[in-house]
């Protein structure tokens, strides 16, 4: 700013003409402030006490206050006060005019709101720059205020938004069957979104597929990879898919889309109460723990996989723990937000004390999940982590019935049909045939209904072709839980060695009076089984190479998958050899025969 000419005071920018109040009880003193203030550009409103300048301050919005501190009726603190009170959120700066010098006055004209002082008698040149100053930090706060403004419109929106992708999200990712009677379930999201994921759907089979994941992360950048995961898993739940088969589409998919650094740590189970069987794939999260009926620890599953979407496809091992589970024994699994919570001295509740609330309730299994939560809740102050408990616990399933095709008697006489399918060697390592095969059955008008059943029988004759006829596996291994592991390692190793031998399914269908006669036929190019039944005549097959059976009976070929499509067959025969399969499924619409009950 230039140097003002000697006798004339310096003039004020235009731009920033003020509204500046000014209450002196004097008179002369209110005149000559006032004349100094007009003269440097701004507008002057008078008050000749603190009642008035507050009145006036309430009335006309000054930008500026001049305040003499000692005036009648009300002095100059009361009223700065109440100006600060009447001025809210804006930014209106009080400067006291005094004649004071006492360093306690001049500290009690700060503290009753002002934000500078003038002492008289007044310099022109002083008065000049406190205002221009004062100005300045008015546009600055108001620039300020502006953004405060502009950032909670932008907020406001982006919770709309977020609220909008939590309901898209939960219809998704939740569109399962998170609601089943065998499953306890606690999900306590650190934010809206979150990296914790749960799945749970039915398979066409009435078993179950769970899925218990944790993105890398929080809030929205860990819950992203939510959604194809979801996709993914309840699209082939639903087409009839096995776990090993799901694992190696969302490890794919993951790996595609997901940028580096981000994975999901997941644990999957099949559960299949029918058989007794539970698949556990660990890959990343804490131990999963298998309780007896009692509560008793029976099993520790810990990770031995990589988590989704770190390793390449062919580096990707699917292969899942394959155990027994008699009814009324459970799973229970959590993510590392449960173990990794800490309470208000900084110490994680940490996996011993989960272990030891677990034991704690030995004898009581059904309060295992309550005591665990109300044990966490105890625990930790405020949580750090998403947290994820998980109880599957192994009993029948109350299927809800399947999505129904509108029968359309039109229809049936154009289903008169008869296909056959040859599966050779580098087709069977490589790929599962039974959602292609249920996918052909479901176009049947009215078969839909009875989808389960179907899926039920094509995948306990194809398994027993696969692993007796073509890879020679014993069933008397199955008879614990080291048999089951020794099992599904010999599986494994002589699927992958697999160079030669196919399977064939033919499908025969013919249409009936408001249904049909369904025959299915598996035969393998193995060479048979020999049959060694206990006294129920109900033992697992027990297959050679070297032996073939004489009888086409049957009745020793069962074991427990074989007993259920006895169950659920109108008619079940083998050839001598038993490498041939016949089955006969008679159904009507709208009847949903469950031949197992």
């Given at each position: 700013?230039?140097?003002?000419?000697?006798?004339?005071?310096?003039?004020?920018?235009?731009?920033?003409?003020?509204?500046?109040?000014?209450?002196?009880?004097?008179?002369?003193?209110?005149?000559?402030?006032?004349r100094l203030v007009t003269?440097?550009?701004?507008?002057?409103?008078?008050?000749?006490?603190g009642l008035e300048a507050?009145?006036?301050?309430?009335?006309?919005?000054?930008?500026?206050?001049?305040?003499?501190?000692?005036?009648?009726?009300?002095?100059?603190?009361?009223?700065?006060?109440?100006?600060?009170?009447?001025?809210?959120?804006?930014?209106?700066?009080?400067?006291?005019?005094?004649s004071l010098t006492e360093?306690?006055?001049?500290?009690?004209?700060?503290?009753?709101?002002?934000?500078?002082?003038?002492?008289?008698?007044?310099?022109?040149?002083?008065?000049?720059?406190?205002?221009?100053?004062?100005?300045?930090?008015?546009?600055?706060?108001?620039?300020?205020?502006?953004?405060?403004?502009?950032?909670?419109?932008?907020?406001?929106?982006?919770?709309?938004?977020?609220?909008?992708?939590?309901?898209?999200?939960?219809?998704?990712?939740?569109?399962?069957?998170?609601?089943?009677?065998?499953?306890?379930?606690?999900?306590?999201?650190?934010?809206?979104?979150?990296?914790?994921?749960?799945?749970?759907?039915?398979?066409?089979?009435?078993?179950?597929?769970?899925?218990?994941?944790?993105?890398?992360?929080?809030?929205?950048?860990?819950?992203?990879?939510?959604?194809?995961?979801?996709?993914?898993?309840?699209?082939?739940?639903?087409?009839?898919?096995?776990?090993?088969?799901?694992?190696?589409?969302?490890?794919?998919?993951?790996?595609?889309?997901?940028?580096?650094?981000?994975?999901?740590?997941?644990?999957?189970?099949?559960?299949?109460?029918?058989?007794?069987?539970?698949?556990?794939?660990?890959?990343?999260?804490?131990?999963?723990?298998?309780?007896?009926?009692?509560?008793?620890?029976?099993?520790?599953?810990?990770?031995?996989?990589?988590?989704?979407?770190?390793?390449?496809?062919?580096?990707?091992?699917?292969?899942?723990?394959?155990?027994?589970?008699?009814?009324?024994?459970?799973?229970?699994?959590?993510?590392?937000?449960?173990?990794?919570?800490?309470?208000?001295?900084?110490?994680?509740?940490?996996?011993?004390?989960?272990?030891?609330?677990?034991?704690?309730?030995?004898?009581?299994?059904?309060?295992?999940?309550?005591?665990?939560?109300?044990?966490?809740?105890?625990?930790?102050?405020?949580?750090?982590?998403?947290?994820?408990?998980?109880?599957?616990?192994?009993?029948?399933?109350?299927?809800?019935?399947?999505?129904?095709?509108?029968?359309?008697?039109?229809?049936?006489?154009?289903?008169?049909?008869?296909?056959?399918?040859?599966?050779?060697?580098?087709?069977?390592?490589?790929?599962?045939?039974?959602?292609?095969?249920?996918?052909?059955?479901?176009?049947?008008?009215?078969?839909?209904?009875?989808?389960?059943?179907?899926?039920?029988?094509?995948?306990?004759?194809?398994?027993?072709?696969?692993?007796?006829?073509?890879?020679?596996?014993?069933?008397?291994?199955?008879?614990?839980?080291?048999?089951?592991?020794?099992?599904?390692?010999?599986?494994?190793?002589?699927?992958?060695?697999?160079?030669?031998?196919?399977?064939?399914?033919?499908?025969?269908?013919?249409?009936?009076?408001?249904?049909?006669?369904?025959?299915?036929?598996?035969?393998?190019?193995?060479?048979?089984?020999?049959?060694?039944?206990?006294?129920?005549?109900?033992?697992?097959?027990?297959?050679?190479?070297?032996?073939?059976?004489?009888?086409?009976?049957?009745?020793?070929?069962?074991?427990?998958?074989?007993?259920?499509?006895?169950?659920?067959?109108?008619?079940?025969?083998?050839?001598?050899?038993?490498?041939?399969?016949?089955?006969?499924?008679?159904?009507?619409?709208?009847?949903?025969?469950?031949?197992?009950?």
């Amino acid at each position: 700013m230039p140097n003002p000419v000697p006798g004339q005071l310096p003039s004020a920018d235009p731009v920033s003409r003020l509204r500046v109040l000014i209450a002196d009880d004097n008179p002369t003193d209110r005149m000559i402030l006032g004349r100094l203030v007009t003269q440097l550009g701004h507008e002057v409103i008078s008050a000749e006490n603190g009642l008035e300048a507050v009145d006036r301050f309430i009335d006309q919005r000054p930008d500026l206050v001049l305040l003499d501190a000692l005036m009648p009726v009300m002095d100059g603190f009361e009223a700065a006060r109440q100006i600060k009170q009447a001025s809210g959120e804006d930014l209106v700066p009080i400067i006291f005019l005094t004649s004071l010098t006492e360093t306690g006055a001049l500290v009690q004209c700060l503290e009753a709101g002002g934000d500078d002082f003038l002492t008289k008698p007044y310099n022109p040149v002083i008065l000049q720059a406190k205002i221009l100053a004062f100005n300045r930090m008015q546009d600055m706060h108001q620039t300020l205020q502006q953004q405060r403004d502009l950032i909670s419109q932008q907020h406001q929106r982006l919770l709309q938004e977020q609220q909008l992708a939590k309901i898209i999200f939960d219809r998704v990712a939740h569109a399962g069957s998170l609601g089943a009677e065998n499953l306890r379930y606690l999900q306590s999201a650190y934010a809206m979104f979150n990296g914790d994921i749960l799945l749970a759907a039915y398979k066409p089979s009435g078993g179950m597929h769970i899925l218990l994941g944790d993105f890398t992360g929080h809030g929205l950048s860990a819950a992203i990879g939510a959604m194809p995961l979801a996709e993914v898993f309840y699209s082939m739940t639903a087409r009839g898919f096995n776990l090993r088969d799901i694992l190696v589409e969302l490890n794919s998919k993951l790996s595609r889309i997901l940028p580096v650094g981000i994975f999901c740590c997941a644990v999957l189970i099949e559960v299949n109460p029918d058989k007794g069987l539970v698949e556990i794939w660990n890959g990343g999260l804490p131990e999963v723990l298998v309780l007896g009926s009692a509560g008793e620890t029976l099993h520790r599953i810990s990770s031995t996989h990589l988590p989704l979407a770190v390793a390449r496809s062919e580096r990707f091992d699917p292969t899942p723990v394959v155990l027994p589970l008699a009814a009324g024994e459970r799973l229970l699994c959590w993510t590392d937000g449960v173990i990794e919570s800490r309470n208000q001295q900084g110490e994680q509740f940490g996996e011993q004390r989960v272990l030891q609330v677990v034991e704690s309730y030995v004898g009581q299994p059904g309060a295992v999940f309550d005591g665990l939560l109300q044990a966490l809740e105890a625990f930790h102050g405020s949580p750090e982590d998403d947290i994820s408990l998980l109880e599957v616990v192994m009993q029948p399933l109350s299927v809800p019935p399947a999505m129904l095709l509108q029968p359309d008697a039109r229809q049936l006489d154009a289903q008169d049909w008869h296909l056959a399918y040859t599966f050779r060697a580098a087709s069977i390592r490589e790929h599962n045939p039974l959602p292609f095969l249920l996918k052909v059955l479901m176009e049947v008008p009215g078969l839909r209904e009875h989808g389960g059943s179907l899926f039920t029988i094509l995948s306990e004759l194809y398994s027993n072709a696969l692993e007796h006829g073509l890879l020679q596996l014993d069933s008397s291994l199955k008879a614990d839980y080291l048999g089951f592991t020794r099992y599904y390692q010999q599986r494994n190793e002589r699927l992958n060695a697999l160079r030669d031998g196919w399977i064939s399914v033919s499908l025969d269908h013919q249409p009936g009076n408001a249904g049909g006669l369904l025959s299915i036929e598996v035969e393998d190019s193995g060479s048979g089984f020999t049959r060694i039944p206990d006294a129920s005549g109900f033992t697992g097959a027990h297959w050679h190479a070297d032996e073939r059976g004489a009888s086409g009976s049957g009745d020793g070929y069962f074991g427990r998958g074989l007993a259920l499509v006895r169950a659920l067959a109108d008619e079940l025969e083998f050839n001598a050899a038993g490498n041939r399969v016949r089955v006969v499924f008679a159904w009507q619409l709208g009847h949903n025969t469950n031949k197992k009950a």
